[in-house]
C-alpha cells in the first residue's frame, strides 16, 4: 500500500539519502575555537550524505552577501549543497563536523569581490591601497563600457571541525566555493537598461582558476588557516533568467601547510531542463521517459501543460529528478484524488534506480509530495493540509 501522511513532517527527513542513524547521543565537547567553550554535537545523523552541524549553530561570515551576489535561488541552493558533496571528497562525514565559515571575515570578503583599482581610481573613490585587494580585473573602459567583466561572483566558506580523543574540538579543514558569473550585467547609467556580456567557459574556467591560486595564498596568512587542508572549488552560476541551476565543474585539494594547488578533478554535473532542446539533445531516452508522464498527467488535465522537471546528472546518469506541477483544484479531495494518480505514474514511468520528486502545488501554496527514492517499492506522499 502507498503511505500517505496527513501530518506536517519536516523534508529533510524523507529527502536523506538513507536511514537515519539514532544511535548516538548528544555529546558535549570542549571547543578550542576562538573563544574557548562547550558545544554540542547532535545525536541524530539523518544520513551519511550529510554532516552533523555543531550547537549553537553560528552564521556564516558571509552570509548576507550570498543573495546579492547569486542570481537565482537554484543557484543559491546547488553552490552551498554542491560544495558539500565536493568536501566529502576530503572530509568524512562521520569524522568531520560542519560549521558556517567563520575564518575569512565579511569585510574581507566583501574587498576581494570587488575589482582591483588603479590609483587614480583609489584617489577618486577615497580607498587606502591596503584595502586595495578586489580579485576582479582592473576596469580601464570608458563609464558604462566595462574593459572586463566581473569574473568572482561571491566566495562561500565552509568549515569542518574535527574532535579529539580528549574531547577538544578543532577546525580540521575548509571548503571554499568560488561563484564565477557565466553572464556578466552591467549598465551604461546608474537607470539605464541591463546589459549582458556572456563570458565563454574557458575565459571562465582560466579566471577562475588564477583567482582561486590567489585566495589560497591570501588564506595562508591568515593564523588559523596557516596550516589545515584546504579543497577549493569552481562553480558556474548560471543566469538570471535560468530556471535551472549552474554547477561546480572543478575542484583542486591543498595540502596542510601548502600553497600550491594540487591538480584540478573535473567535476561531471550538470542540470537539464525537461522539456528543451538541450536536453533533447544531451538526453532523448530520459526525456522521452519524462515526456510520456507528462502526456498522461494531461490525460486527467485535458487542458493543462504546465509540466517541468529539473534533472541532474553525475556523468551521463540521471541521478535525480525534481518534477513541479503547478495546478488549480476545486476542493480537497480532487488534489487528493490527483496525487493518487500521479502517484502510479511515477511509479509506472520511471526506472527504480532513479530518485523523483513530484511538487503538486496551486495558488494557495503546496498541495502534495511525492518521493519515491532511488531502488524503493513504495513511494512517499505527503498531502498538504
Known amino acids: 500500500m502507498r503511505k500517505f501522511s496527513l501530518l506536517a513532517l519536516s523534508l529533510v527527513f524523507f529527502l536523506s539519502a538513507c536511514a537515519p542513524n539514532f544511535e548516538k547521543q548528544n555529546e558535549t565537547v ?20 550529510y554532516y552533523r552541524t555543531i550547537l549553537p549553530f553560528e552564521p556564516g561570515e ?13 543557484d543559491l ?30 569585510d574581507e570578503i566583501r574587498r576581494w569581490l570587488n575589482r582591483k583599482y588603479t590609483k587614480a581610481q583609489l584617489t577618486d573613490k577615497k580607498i587606502k591601497e591596503a584595502k586595495n585587494t578586489g580579485l ?5 573602459g570608458k563609464k558604462g563600457e566595462p574593459s572586463s567583466p566581473i569574473y568572482l561572483a561571491h566566495i562561500l566558506e565552509h568549515d569542518y571541525l574535527i574532535k579529539n580523543d580528549k574531547g577538544n574540538v578543532t ?45 589560497v595564498k591570501r588564506m595562508r596568512n591568515m ?8 579543497t577549493i572549488a569552481l562553480f558556474e552560476q548560471a543566469s538570471k533568467s535560468s530556471v535551472v541551476p549552474g554547477n561546480f565543474i572543478t575542484y583542486a585539494t591543498i595540502d596542510e601547510g601548502s600553497a600550491a594547488l594540487n591538480s584540478w578533478e573535473k567535476v561531471n554535473e550538470k542540470y537539464f531542463l525537461f522539456p528543451s532542446n538541450e536536453a533533447k539533445n544531451a538526453h532523448r531516452d530520459d526525456l522521452t521517459a519524462f515526456l510520456n508522464f507528462k502526456q498522461d498527467v494531461e490525460e486527467y488535465f485535458p487542458n493543462y501543460n504546465g509540466v517541468i522537471g529539473r534533472a541532474f546528472y553525475i556523468g551521463d546518469q540521471l541521478q535525480d529528478l525534481n518534477i513541479n506541477i ?14 493518487q494518480y500521479v502517484t502510479g505514474l511515477v511509479m509506472e514511468h520511471f526506472p527504480k ?28 506522499v505527503h498531502i498538504y493540509q
Do not use: C, W
Open 30 to 49: 570542549q571547543t578550542k575555537e576562538k573563544v574557548e567553550g562547550k558545544a554540542i554535537i547532535p545525536k541524530y545523523n539523518i544520513s551519511d550524505s
Open 62 to 74: 558571509a552570509r548576507g552577501l550570498v543573495v546579492n551576489n547569486i542570481n537565482t535561488r537554484y
Open 77 to 106: 541552493n546547488e553552490f552551498e549543497m554542491g560544495l558539500m558533496r565536493i568536501a566529502q571528497n576530503s572530509f568524512d562525514t562521520e569524522k568531520y563536523l560542519f560549521r558556517e565559515g567563520q575564518e575569512i571575515k565579511e
Open 136 to 140: 576582479n580585473p582592473v576596469d580601464t
Open 171 to 215: 577546525l580540521g579543514g575548509v571548503t571554499i566555493g568560488l561563484a564565477l558569473n557565466s553572464v556578466y550585467y552591467y549598465k551604461k547609467t546608474a537607470d539605464g537598461d541591463t546589459f549582458e556580456q556572456k563570458i565563454p567557459h574557458s575565459e571562465l574556467v582560466r579566471e577562475g582558476k588564477k583567482i582561486a591560486a590567489e585566495v
Open 223 to 230: 593564523k588559523n588557516l596557516k596550516n589545515v587542508p584546504i
Open 326 to 339: 503547478p495546478i488549480q483544484f476545486y476542493g480537497k479531495t480532487e488534489g487528493i484524488g490527483f496525487a
Open 353 to 380: 534506480y532513479l530518485s523523483v520528486t513530484v511538487s503538486v502545488t496551486s495558488v494557495d501554496g503546496p498541495e502534495a509530495l511525492i518521493v519515491r527514492k532511488a531502488n524503493e517499492t513504495e513511494p512517499f
